[in-house]
């Protein structure tokens, strides 16, 4: 919910493409989809990277600065790609960072609403309602159900090993 009040209060910095509110609010939806999609695949990543499915629960000056230069990595990407495809444009409202010329609203989004949305949610973030903690919840229920797929495929496992082992122990020798 946070990335869909940003995108709507960022729109005056963009140049005119919705020409009424319902298409404001339907690309303000979307790009908050993407949004979500984003700081999702930041939740996996970190997942991988720190082989802790609540890393985000112990956000420390080091992960909040990773966090914060990947958004500013991403989102300059994102918005200069953008811009040579003539995908959107800045109004003369839009501050500009030096050199590539993307805006910063976007490049500041990135950069800190991941902090900012997990430091909300915190240790409590699967009893959150908004968009961005579900997304956490649905990546710990995804990653939750493949460590019970690959205990379960351990647990065969032994008991094929078991049921082998009594096997060959009560063949006549």
Known sequence: MINFVWEMGQMFAYEQFATSAAQTWLICGLASIGDAVY???????????THDRDWIAHLNGLRILTLA????????????????MGIWSYSEAMIRL???????????????????????????????????????????????????HRGAIAMDKQAEQKSKDLASESKPT
């Open 39 to 49: 700081i999702s695949v930041l939740y996996w990543l970190g997942h991988r990277i």
């Open 69 to 84: 230069g990947a958004g500013l990595t991403s989102a300059t990407l994102i918005e200069w790609i953008a811009l040579v």
């Open 98 to 148: 030096p050199l590539l010329e993307v805006g910063i609203l976007p490049v500041l989004q990135l950069m800190i609403l991941p902090v900012l949305t997990w430091l909300d949610c915190g240790t409590n973030y699967s009893n959150k309602g908004d968009l961005d903690c579900f997304v956490c919840v649905i990546w710990r229920f995804i990653d939750a159900r493949r460590i019970h």
